[in-house]
């Protein structure tokens, strides 16, 4: 019996000590997302919807042959993105965060 109250105990403990640390903010943190490239159809509304979604980091890549008529304004861009185009090149210039490292 006295065995199993020190278990139980030190189990209380370990979990006392967790509840603790996450109300003290000490949560664990999220694992950043890989960016992405993304595929932006020959649609103006389609690269509309693609720069309000993307992450920082992202890379959006424009359709080839296509030319995007923006008849009002696009998104801000708050996020750090590459935009490529069929003249473009990698390490190109960055929209939102400066320069491209």
Do not use: N
């Amino acid at each position: 019996m006295r065995h199993l109250s020190r278990r139980t105990l030190a189990r209380a403990a370990a979990s006392g000590g967790i509840i603790v640390l996450l109300a003290a903010g000490f949560a664990p943190t999220a694992v950043a997302a890989t960016p992405a490239r993304q595929q932006v159809p020959c649609d103006t509304a389609a690269l509309a919807s693609v720069i309000s979604g993307a992450s920082s980091g992202d890379t959006l890549v424009l359709a080839a042959g296509c030319t995007y008529h923006v008849t009002r304004p696009l998104p801000e861009i708050t996020t750090d993105l590459a935009i490529e185009g069929p003249r473009s090149h990698p390490g190109g210039p960055r929209l939102g965060g400066g320069p491209r490292l």
